[in-house]
C-alpha cells in the first residue's frame, strides 16, 4: 500500500475502516501485541467458565445450595452468554466492535464485583447471569476485531489457534485458580480476581486496539433476538428442573413444548425477515451443520463431565479446593500439545479424518472412566485424560475453519456467531443434562442404600440434595452415632455417586462419538478440500474489493477452545 493512501485511511473520519485501514492503522503497532490484549479478555471470560466448578462444594457449606442450584450457579452465567452472544455480535457489526467490548469489560468487572458480594445461592445465581451479559458482549468482539487486525490468510490462521488455545487454556486453569484463591481466601476471591485483569485490559485496548464496523448493515432484529433467548433459556430450565418436577410430569411437558415453540417461531421469523440475526438457511450445509455440531457435541460432553469430576475429587476423594485444580492440569497440558499438531494434521490427513478421530478419542477418554471406582488411581484418571484432552484439542481449529471455510465472506459474521454459540449452548445443555441425570440416579441410589438404616429420613432427605451435603451427613453421622454409622452413610454416598458418575460418563462418550460419526460423514475429506474452498472464498473476497462492496466483516470464529474450549469449557 502506497504512503498517500496509508495516510488517507488514517485520516478519515469515516467510523468504519476498511480492512486495508486497519491493517495500515495496525501497521504502527504490532498485529501480534494487538493479539495479546484481545487474547487477555478472552481469557478472562473463558475462566470463569469453569473456575466456579471448584468452589461448588464450597457454594454447599456456605451458600446452602442444593444440586439444582449449583447447577444454575454454573450455567446462569453459561445460559446468557449463550442467548446473547448472536444479538451481541449483531449490536458490535453495526456500532462498532471495539466500543462493545469495551461496555462488555465494564459489565463483567461491575457484575463480577457485586457476584463476591452476594449472601446466598440465588442471589448468586442473578450476578452470574448477570456476568453473562458482559461474557457475550465481549467474546464475538476479540474475534471479529482479530480477523480484521490479520489480512494475511496464514498470519490469521496461526492468530485464530493462538486465541483458541488460549480459551482452550483458560478453560483448564479455571479450576486451578479457583483452588489456590479458595486455599486462601473466600470463595467471593473467585470472581474478584476478575477486576484487575480488566482494567488492565481496559487500558491496552484503548490504547492499542483498532476499531471495525459492518456498514452493510443497518437493522437489529429484537424480535429474532428476545425469540432465541427464551426458547433457549426455557429449554435449559426445564432439562435442569426435569428431576424435581418428574421428566413426564405436566410442568416438564409444558416447558419442553413451550422451548420447542420458541424455537420453532424463531427459525420461522429468521426464514421470513429480510434482517435475520442468524440466517438459518446456511444449515442447509451440511459441512457447516458438521463443524457446528461437532463443536456443540465437544463442549457438551467436557462441561458435564467437568460439573461431576470436580465434585469426584472433593466430595469422594476428600481433595481439597486447590489439589482438586492441579488434579485437573493433565488435561489442559495434553489439549494444549495435540491443538498446535491439529493444523499440520489436516493437511496430511484432512479434517474429516482428524476432527472424527478426535472427538472419538474423548469418547474412549469418557468410556474408561466408566471403570473407575471411588478409590482409583489417579494415573488411570491422568490417562483417561490423555484421550480427552488430546482428542479437543485435534478438534477445535479443524471444525472452527470447516464452520468458517464452507461459508463465502459475507457470511463470516453469521459462521462466527454461530461457533460461538454452538460452544456456550452445548456447554450450558451438557451441565444441564448431564447433571441432571447424575442428581436423578445419585438421590434414588442413596435412598435405596440407606433405606432400613438406622439413619433419620430427615437425615437421608438432605444427604440426597447433593453428594456435598451426603459428605457432610457422613461425618455428623460419625461424630454423633460412632464410627460405623459415619462409614455406613459415606459408603452409601460414594456408591451413589459413581453410579451417577458413571451414567453421566456414558452419556458424554456417546453423545461425542455420535458427534464423530457425524463428523466423518459430513466434514471435507481431506485437507486440500478446504484449501480449495479458502482459496474460492478468496477469490470472491478479491472480487468484491474490485467492486467496493467489501464488509469489515466479523469472522467471530475460531477455535472453539478446548473446551479449547473447555479443556476441563
Not at 464485583?113 to 451479559?133: F, N, P
Request: net charge neutral.
Amino acid at each position: 500500500m502506497h504512503a498517500d493512501s496509508s495516510s488517507s485511511s488514517s485520516s478519515s473520519s469515516s467510523p468504519s475502516p476498511s480492512p486495508s485501514s486497519l491493517a495500515a492503522a495496525t501497521r504502527q503497532r504490532s498485529p501480534w501485541v494487538v493479539l495479546a490484549v484481545l487474547c487477555s479478555s478472552v481469557f478472562i471470560i473463558v475462566v470463569d467458565g469453569t473456575i466456579v466448578n471448584v468452589a461448588l462444594p464450597t457454594f454447599i457449606r456456605e451458600l446452602g445450595a442444593t444440586t439444582s442450584e449449583l447447577q444454575w450457579i454454573v450455567d446462569a452465567y453459561v445460559l446468557v452468554f449463550a442467548g446473547l452472544l448472536m444479538a451481541a455480535g449483531s449490536i458490535g457489526d453495526r456500532f462498532g466492535r471495539k466500543g462493545v467490548l469495551q461496555l462488555g469489560l465494564l459489565v463483567f468487572g461491575a457484575t463480577s464485583i457485586m457476584a463476591s458480594l452476594a449472601d446466598s445461592a440465588g442471589e448468586l445465581i442473578g450476578w452470574r447471569a448477570a456476568m453473562g451479559v458482559g461474557g457475550a458482549l465481549i467474546f464475538p468482539a476479540t474475534l471479529a476485531l482479530l480477523v480484521n487486525v490479520f489480512t494475511d490468510a496464514r498470519q490469521r490462521a496461526v492468530a485464530i489457534a493462538v486465541w483458541a488455545a488460549t480459551s482452550g487454556l483458560a478453560v483448564a486453569l479455571g479450576p486451578v485458580a479457583g483452588g489456590l484463591l479458595l486455599r486462601h481466601y473466600s470463595w467471593g476471591s473467585v470472581f474478584l480476581v476478575n477486576v484487575p485483569v480488566i482494567v488492565v485490559a481496559m487500558v491496552l485496548i484503548g490504547r492499542l486496539v483498532p476499531t471495525s464496523r459492518d456498514t452493510t448493515v443497518h437493522r437489529l432484529d429484537p424480535l429474532g433476538t428476545l425469540l432465541s433467548i427464551a426458547g433457549i433459556t426455557v429449554l435449559v430450565w426445564a432439562v435442569i428442573e426435569g428431576p424435581k418436577h418428574g421428566w413426564l410430569s405436566l410442568s416438564s411437558a409444558v416447558a419442553f413444548g413451550l422451548a420447542a415453540g420458541l424455537l420453532v417461531g424463531f427459525v420461522a421469523w429468521e426464514r421470513r425477515t429480510d434482517h435475520p440475526m442468524l440466517d438459518v438457511s446456511v444449515f442447509t450445509n451440511l459441512r457447516f451443520t458438521a463443524g457446528s455440531v461437532s463443536v456443540t457435541f465437544a463442549f457438551f460432553a467436557l462441561f458435564g463431565f467437568i460439573f461431576m469430576v470436580t465434585q469426584y475429587f472433593q466430595v469422594v476423594r476428600g481433595y481439597d479446593t486447590l489439589e482438586a485444580g492441579v488434579r485437573t492440569v493433565p488435561f489442559a497440558l495434553f489439549t494444549g500439545v495435540a491443538a498446535p499438531l491439529s493444523a499440520k494434521l489436516v493437511h496430511r490427513f484432512g479434517t474429516k479424518a482428524v476432527v472424527a478421530a478426535g472427538l472419538t478419542s474423548m469418547s474412549l477418554g469418557f468410556a474408561w472412566t466408566t471403570f473407575d471406582t471411588a478409590d482409583a488411581s489417579y494415573w488411570l484418571i491422568v490417562g483417561q485424560m490423555l484421550f480427552m484432552g488430546g482428542g479437543l484439542g485435534l478438534v477445535n481449529a479443524p471444525a472452527t475453519e470447516a464452520i468458517m471455510g464452507s461459508l463465502p465472506p459475507e457470511k463470516a459474521g453469521v459462521g462466527s456467531a454461530v461457533n460461538d454459540t454452538a460452544r456456550e449452548l452445548g456447554g450450558t445443555l451438557g451441565v444441564a443434562i448431564v447433571g441432571s441425570l447424575f442428581a436423578s440416579i445419585y438421590a434414588g441410589r442413596l435412598g435405596e442404600l440407606l433405606a432400613g438404616s438406622p439413619v433419620p429420613a430427615a437425615a437421608v432427605a438432605i444427604a440426597q440434595q447433593s453428594a456435598g451435603a451426603g459428605a457432610e451427613v457422613a461425618r455428623q453421622a460419625g461424630e454423633q452415632a460412632g464410627p460405623t454409622a459415619g462409614e455406613l452413610v459415606g459408603n452409601a454416598v460414594n456408591t451413589a455417586f459413581m453410579e451417577g458418575f458413571h451414567a453421566g460418563s456414558w452419556v458424554s462418550a456417546a453423545v461425542v462419538l455420535a458427534g464423530a460419526a457425524m463428523a466423518w460423514r459430513w466434514l471435507p475429506s481431506r485437507a486440500v478440500a478446504a484449501a480449495e474452498v479458502v482459496a474460492g472464498a478468496g477469490a470472491v473476497r478479491a472480487a468484491a474489493v474490485q467492486a467496493g462492496a467489501v464488509q469489515a466483516g466479523a469472522v467471530r470464529a475460531a477455535a472453539v477452545e478446548t473446551p479449547a474450549s473447555a479443556a476441563l469449557y
